[in-house]
């Protein structure tokens, strides 16, 4: 028998047996992958692979490593060679326990005592149990596939695992990062950067050469920044006036902040600055200086007179719009000095300017710099509205001419790096200069500005849009350890550091594809192992709009490579899966049907992605799709998507992506997620099925049983009840269309709602053993929200969700008074907010069928829904809890509070196991921490200070004995250290952060 006749027979018989459950669908060690996700982020320094360059809404490696893996390898792989797998230094549940004690405001020394996850080296025998156990899973070679790649964070960690890698992307400025990324560190190694600053140094030289000139060096020190304000002409006197927001160059939270103070010859026209500092000082200013711009308007200089905002758009379409040096930031051996321009730093931006203008007409013809209109169509038309109608506007003339210079040297020095290191590495090395000057770039663009509490340069992309900067700052381009300098030092450095991330031996490049992800022709059906994917989200980031910035200079310095990549004048859209609604807007339409078309054209790729993602995966493979977002339409949506491509969904992850330490002075439970969603091929011929009593009953169990299992887990209950969605629709998407007894068809949201009461009636039991007998909708709504939700904040959907398990739609929530909506939010009212000023009058209520109700025609309804610690009569359970926590905190608290509380109890003759102690009860065991102690008066304890009240109250009251909710944690811990972890570690200190003290790094936005 040949060796090929048996692997296929072996395949058949694998593909004839049931489909094996894969790790992800079984188990997953989230809370603790959550625990590394945030110390990746929150260290001060990236990842080295987000810091070569800008690119949005990038996930984090150990996320998207564990997502690779666990979609690969089967539910029975050892869960300690998995853990150690994906960089767990210490167990996971170690790492859960240690990110508790700190949240909890213990100082861990040593802190998690071994580097982060993404950094640490992968044992040999590790990886050779994982490649064994998916050869013997899958029988042929594992392909791993990302459709929509972007900076390239899955596919990164696909090839580091050693397995074969396709990583497509739509975006041709993706596409250049994924190959720095995916392909070059393993191909090259890591000596590729000595070889490339060797390069870089030459390319520096040249540059300065030309441009030294117009950046005259300071005897004091290097110019940290040059800092402008736009000017138009003044209406009336027609001088050229600044638009200033804010004269502050120095605003730290705490010591001496700088101003600069406008000067102004009215005679003359002119005007220039006095730096000083703001205190009670002969030499200081007690205010700063008014602002001349806010609100799109701004304050003449001459005249003091307001300046329409149609004027300075006009005056800037006109091309009057122009920039005045009016700081220069000078770093000095004795620190940061704000300096006024002296003439010589006037004459040289003179210089440059003609310059620029004698290098022009030359650059363009040669497409040195970029000439291409911004885009007519667009989410952010303010680049056209303030007279930057091409992209080469966007620079001032001085940023320009370093941009032109940079780009023409670094073609200059093409032939020499070529011909020195040979084709393909000379082309890699080059491509990672043009990256530096990509790096530059971002700080150095009229959208580039001074950020006077942290004295940083922000960069262009500090926000995601275009919006208008009346003051902007430019970055010398010269000098050692600033301007190009240090971004090409930045650019290697992060480079470097990505190329010796540790990976199997035999890694190998990820194969690159430029493309929608809705046809992928280069990959054969039922070909990949696993897709893993993490799409846009609707209007999220509008990739190729931002991108534009980039690709404008990218397609002048790498579009020689691929002239198939960077054929167009800007980024590609037809296909891009986003919601974006000025392509769908006719010049009549209104914005809501724009939108709808929008939506629905999103809808439309994502589904087509997924239905190619079908086609391209084995029959037994896992379509595992990453997702950040916290609406739940968004969910919806998804989950939607995949049932129409033909996919059943199996299992979904909430994985915290951001630190929940931040709960404790918030008032919303807003830490990040990204959600692991797992999908397989539906079976064919699964057709129509019933939601019926018996379906229902099964997804409520499912629900149910997950989120029991997600809580031994370590996570918290918001998600056990979204990682409850997961398992439980899988029932629903066994069958292509669900349909009613009836005939009507079935949406997934309801089966989403089904999953959510079943999470919900579980966690009340948890909360009340005896029951919740007697307990009105609204007591159930309160306690589920501090339950589930942990704040008293959330969006309007799962406060949807959470009213439908108790029998109320939000708006009911709201009338009765219990929460308030501002938007999408919707925020849970405390004891006090819901007090009222003076007590009902006896003949103010009456008993009805349903219980006592208030008619008053003395008060406005809202006002009857509020409640009184003296009314004679409470509505609900959760009306008396109210009222007792104010008695008792009215009476001061302590014995006196106790007392007055008991009063109130013996008149309203409410019992030991009352609905009203039975709320109370549940209500305390429900508390999350953030109001169990007072944190200051910001903190969600002192805005809801019912918690503690209603917890001294149950003991004297009910004599329920109250949990302990002193803190016992020790303020100091060492942990023992995880043996071998420096030396593992070296190179990837957690502590290696001191974020570059020179620019502030926000690459990854
Ligand atoms: C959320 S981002 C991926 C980020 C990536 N996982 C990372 O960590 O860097 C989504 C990506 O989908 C890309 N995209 C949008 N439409 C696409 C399409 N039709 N085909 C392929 N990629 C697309 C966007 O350009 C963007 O890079």
Known sequence: MTQTTKSELLAAESRSKARPRLLIEDWLPAAAIGVECTRERSTGLQPPDKRLHVWWARRPLTASRAAVLGSLLPADFPRDVFERLIGFGRTGSELVEIRRLMDAGVRVQGGFGTGRAFSRPLRENDLTSAHEATEALWVDPVLVVDPMAGGGSIPLESVRLGFDTVANEYNPVACSILEATVDYPIRYGSELAASARTWGRKWLARSEKRLGAFFPRRSDGLVHAYIFARTVPCPDTGFPTPL??????????????????PQVDKTRGTWSVEIRGIGPDSEQISVPPTPTYGDGKGVSLFTGRQIPSDYIKAKAQDGQMGNALYVVAVKTPTGLKFEVPTKVDVDALAAANLELKKFRPLWERDNVIPTERYPEISSDPRPITYGMPRWADMFAPRQLLAMGVLVEELRNLRPDIVEAEGHDRGDAIEHLLAFAIDKFVNYDAVFSSWHAPRQVMRSVFDRHDFAFKATFAEMAPCGAGTGIDWAIDNTLDSWEKLAKLPRAVDSRPATIYMGSGTRLPQIATGSVTAVVVDPPYDDNVQYSELADFFYVWLKRTQGHRHPDWFATSLCE?????????????????????????????????MTESFRECHRVLRDEGALTVMFTHKKQEAWEALFAALIKAGFTITATWPIKTESEHSLNQARKNAAQSTVVLVARKRLSGASIGFFDREMRAEIADRARRSAERLKNEGLNPVDQLVGSFGPALEVFSRYDEVRTDTGVPVGVDLAIAEASDAVSQWRIEQLASRGLEGVEAEGRFALLCWDVMGAAEFRFNEAKLLGHAV?????????????????????ILSARQRRRDRPLEPDEQIETLSGPEVRSRRRRRSETLKVHPNDPIYRTALDACHALALRYIEAGRGPAGIGAARALVRQQDWKPDGPVATLMTALVHAAPEAVRRDRGTRSAAAQFPEFRAWHALLEPLIGVPAPDWSEKMPPQLRLPDVPGSDAEDAGFPDDELAEDDWQEESEEV
Request: proline share 6%; no cysteine; charged share 35%.
């Open 244 to 261: 200033v927001p804010d004269w502050h160059l120095l605003k730290p939270k705490q010591g001496l902040r700088v101003v600069a103070v």
């Open 573 to 605: 859209r037809d296909e891009e899966a986003v919601v974006n609604v000025s392509r769908f807007r006719g010049p009549r339409d209104t914005a809501a049907p724009a939108r709808q078309r929008a939506r629905d054209r999103y809808r439309t790729l």
């Open 807 to 827: 029998g109320m739609d939000v708006e009911t929530l709201v009338a009765a008074g219990l929460v308030t909506k501002e938007g999408d939010k919707v925020l």
